[in-house]
């Protein structure tokens, strides 16, 4: 006897029930095995199937292995948060590159250097090549002159970013190296003007002790005595002014204290007079106002306005007229020296400040100087919060301006004048 309609339809329904438990059961297993893998790459080890330890335990798994790395993905971008920052805070240019090398970070400093508004191409196009030698393995630097304005020396240094089988990129380090530059030429040549100004007046020495060993006309010893006696001041001033330069660069924030001007101008001109009378110069001044103060360091406003009149004393001819004089407008005091000697040539007045620069080299060994005059007015002036400047014509003498902050006392007193007397 046949089956019926209705015995069918029961015999498919139970087939398509069998089939669909087992696409289930291996669906689940299935499934299972790609979360008990994905578990695994996440860091957690030593998983168990479904039969060893169901479903429920896999997930549970997961959900750990998942947290651990949010917390390693999180743990990353503060590390590189932190890299950036610090990266950040670098006076040079850092920039980093992959293994094709197209730039993927550049810290502040870098991305000033690399703005074409504010610097020469020429440290783009060298950035850019240099990092791509790195990247294939090729360390290598260059430096740039700059010639601005303000003329500038860029340093740039690019080295390969490699483990331990393949390269990954390269980094360039980018730094303004004209500060160092400039710093290195003045201990140069201050080494080589030290060297010069003792070499002259030592050797003098030596020829002079040597001469007066076998000398016994007592008028030729006594000519030779006072000039030994001479050169031994002249390396005694070397030192002395060595060492009050070395103290005034070291007290970039001398103690603060008002000072009246018409002392520190008194003692200036006490310290010069010996020097004026001798070469027959005759020192005018205008005594400031009593109550007119300088903010700062007595010792150092002395030490500088005493250097500025015995310059002006030097290169006046005998028998001239230095004048001393100054002027306020409440805020600030500006202290002028004028000689009416030789003058100082154009190309001469930038340089004029640096140590042991002179313009008359000549004229230099018979005044005696030892050209840190000038130099120890202009630390003087910046440790004050000061400038000091100068102007000048050939043959028609210089006028030096020391430009100071007045005390308290000086803004009671606006345009007060003191101009040079007899």
């Known amino acids: 006897m046949s089956p019926g309609p209705a015995e069918i339809a029961a015999g498919a329904a139970a087939f398509l029930l069998i089939v669909a438990l087992l696409w289930a059961r291996r669906s689940r297993r299935s499934t299972v095995r790609r979360v008990v893998a994905l578990t695994a790459r996440m860091g957690d080890e030593g998983l168990e199937l479904e039969g060893r330890g169901g479903l429920e335990r896999t997930l549970s798994r997961l959900e750990r292995a998942a947290g651990v790395a949010v917390a390693r993905v999180e743990d990353s971008q503060q590390a590189q948060d932190r890299m950036r920052l610090a990266l950040s805070i670098v006076p040079q240019g850092v920039v980093v590159c992959d293994e094709q ?53 860029v340093s740039i240094r690019a080295v390969p970013l490699e483990t331990d089988w ?36 030592v050797g003098a020495l030596g020829l002079l002790a040597e001469t007066l060993a076998g000398e016994d006309d007592p008028e030729v010893v006594g000519r030779l005595a006072w000039r030994m006696q001479t050169e031994a001041q002249r390396v005694a001033r070397i030192m002395d002014d060595l060492l009050d330069l070395s103290r005034i660069e070291s007290e970039e924030t001398p103690t603060r204290e008002p000072v ?39 010792r150092q406003l002395v030490s500088a306005l005493y250097n500025l009149m015995e310059n002006a004393v030097k290169y ?107």
Do not use: C, M
């Not at 009246?260 to 027959?280: D, K, M, N, Y």
């Not at 340089?351 to 100087?369: A, L, N, P």
């Open 316 to 422: 006046s001819d005998r028998g001239s007229t230095v004048e001393v004089g100054g002027r306020t407008d409440g805020h600030w005091i500006e202290l002028r020296v004028r000689d009416h000697g030789i003058g100082i040539p154009a190309q001469d007045l930038e340089r004029i400040f640096e140590r042991f620069y002179r313009v008359d080299r000549g004229r230099s060994r018979d005044t005696g100087g030892t050209g840190l005059g000038l130099s120890i007015v202009r630390h003087v002036a910046a440790n004050h919060g000061g400038e000091v400047s100068v102007e000048s014509r050939e043959g028609e003498g210089s006028t030096f301006t020391l430009r100071l902050p007045t005390g308290p006392a000086a803004a009671l007193s606006p345009n007060a004048k003191a101009e040079p007397g007899s």
């Open 260 to 298: 009246p001007l018409h002392l520190v101008v008194a003692q200036a001109a006490e310290r010069v007079r010996s020097a004026a009378e001798q070469r027959g110069i005759r020192i005018r001044i205008g005594e400031p106002p009593k109550s007119l103060s300088v903010l700062g360091d007595r």
């Open 166 to 201: 393949r390269g990954i990129g390269a980094v360039a380090v980018i730094e303004d190296v004209s500060e160092k530059r400039r710093l290195e030429a003045v201990r140069r040549d201050f080494v080589a003007n030290i060297s010069h100004e003792l070499k002259t007046p």
């Open 101 to 153: 090398a197209d730039i993927v970070y550049q810290n502040g400093r870098a991305a000033q250097f690399l703005d074409p508004e504010e610097h020469d191409v020429l440290v783009q196009e060298a950035v850019t090549r240099l990092l791509k030698q790195a990247a294939e393995g090729s360390e290598g630097s260059e430096t740039l002159d700059l010639y601005g304005p303000p003329r500038r020396t």
